[in-house]
């Protein structure tokens, strides 16, 4: 009987021994650190739109015809910048009735628009679209032709 208490003594405090080591053993130390590195500003444009139909320089004006339409897009951010962000707007993908190599021929678009934005106030940039004269093969193509393009604002 002694020799079975004496194992029983000798286990648990082997046994506890081993529970204790693993349980320190297991422990982590951990320091949390949390950083806000910064958040997202959103860069809104209002989407204007035209009815006029453009028409080349030196063609006969009808009602409703124009020699070149001006959109004029607002520009803001919805935090203010601590310091002054580039704006730079880029016109591509320009074309005629889907076909850009019409676009690239025919269509100009001027950029008009500030250099920076900071958001304390909206900016306004100023897209002018002008048509040149088409050559008589590709009239039919041109007249009646929807021009598209694609505008990238960014804000860095």
């Known amino acids: 009987m002694k020799k079975i208490l004496a194992a029983i003594i000798v286990a648990l405090l082997l046994g506890g021994t081993a529970f204790a080591f693993s349980y320190w053993d297991n422990t982590e130390v951990t320091d949390s650190v949390s950083l806000t590195a910064g958040e997202g500003v959103t860069l809104s444009i209002t989407d204007p739109s035209s009815t006029d139909t453009l028409v080349p320089a030196g063609a006969i004006l009808k009602a409703g015809d124009t020699y070149s339409i001006e959109l004029s897009y607002t520009v803001s951010l919805d935090q203010t910048a601590l310091t002054a962000l580039d704006l730079s707007v880029v016109a591509d993908t320009v074309a005629i009735g889907g076909n850009t190599t019409l676009g690239t021929n025919y269509?100009?678009?001027?950029?008009?628009?500030?250099?920076?934005?900071?958001?304390d106030?909206?900016?306004?940039?100023?897209?002018?679209?002008?048509?040149?004269?088409?050559?008589?093969?590709?009239?039919?193509?041109?007249?009646?032709?929807?021009?598209?393009?694609?505008?990238?604002?960014?804000?860095?």
Not at 107 to 119: C, E, Q, Y
Not at 123 to 144: G, H, M, Q, R, W
């Open 121 to 156: 106030a909206p900016a306004t940039v100023t897209v002018t679209i002008t048509l040149d004269e088409p050559l008589e093969a590709d009239y039919a193509a041109v007249a009646n032709g929807t021009i598209s393009f694609n505008l990238t604002f960014t804000a860095e």
């Open 107 to 119: 269509v100009n678009v001027s950029i008009t628009a500030p250099a920076t934005i900071n958001g």
